[in-house]
Structure formats: structure tokens, C-alpha cells
């Protein structure tokens, strides 16, 4: 069974700084990409920041300068270091992983979510 736990969250105020933390683990082939959705109420979930394995990364245009992500291959983790955040980073962030068997997409796993609230 595969867990992806995210941790980091909480309350920060507007231009201060917070990283989030995920680890996936359990029984999985081999992790490719790895990132972060974030979603608020009655609006879809959006892609904040993506990374492969081999450290390629996609940012959405609102966090670009002011968050970067990266990852630990060896223990499949990804981080995500928000700086200078705004009210409008006000969400529940949601780590994923996907997973990849024989070079083919096999399933994406998604952690729980951690609020991120910016107070200002």
C-alpha cells in the first residue's frame, strides 16, 4: 500500500515564508513526477508546482519567483518552499506522486491535504 503524507502547513503571515514536506512510501516501482495542487472552496483544485525525476519544474504564474520546489529521489520526497506569500496562497495543499512501471504511467497517489493559511 503507498502513503503520501504531506506536513508543513499552517498559519503564516503575508510575505513570511513556509515549506511543505512529502514523503511517498509503500510498495511502488518507481516515482516520476512529483508536486503540489492546491484547491479553495467551490473552485478546482490547480497545479502549483510540478518537478520530474530528473529535476525539471513547472510553475503556475502566480507562485513563480516567490515558491520553488524540489524533490529527494532517494527517499521520494518533494518539498515546497513558499516564500513572500500572499493571502491569495490561502488553501489546501495537495502533494501527489506519480508512479511509473516499465517506463509506463501507472497511477497518481494523493496525500490528505495540509492547509496553508496567509493572514494579512
Known amino acids: 500500500q503507498v502513503q503520501v503524507e504531506e506536513s508543513g502547513g499552517g498559519l503564516v503571515s503575508a510575505g513570511g515564508s513556509l515549506r511543505l514536506s512529502c514523503a511517498a512510501s509503500?510498495?511502488?516501482?518507481?516515482?516520476?513526477?512529483m508536486g503540489w495542487y492546491r484547491q479553495v472552496p467551490e473552485k478546482d483544485r490547480e497545479l502549483v508546482a510540478a518537478?520530474?525525476?530528473?529535476?525539471?519544474?513547472d510553475y503556475l504564474d502566480s507562485v513563480k519567483g516567490r515558491f520553488i520546489i524540489s524533490r529527494d529521489n532517494a527517499e521520494n520526497t518533494v518539498y515546497l518552499q513558499m516564500n513572500a506569500v500572499e493571502p491569495e496562497d490561502t488553501a489546501v495543499y495537495y502533494c501527489?506522486?506519480?508512479?511509473?512501471?516499465?517506463?509506463?504511467?501507472?497511477?497518481?497517489?494523493w496525500g490528505q491535504g495540509t492547509q496553508v493559511t496567509v493572514s494579512s
Open positions: 518537478i520530474s525525476r530528473g529535476g525539471t519544474t
Open positions: 501527489y506522486a506519480d508512479e511509473v512501471r516499465n517506463g509506463v504511467f501507472y497511477q497518481t497517489y
Open positions: 509503500g510498495s511502488m516501482f518507481s516515482v516520476h513526477g
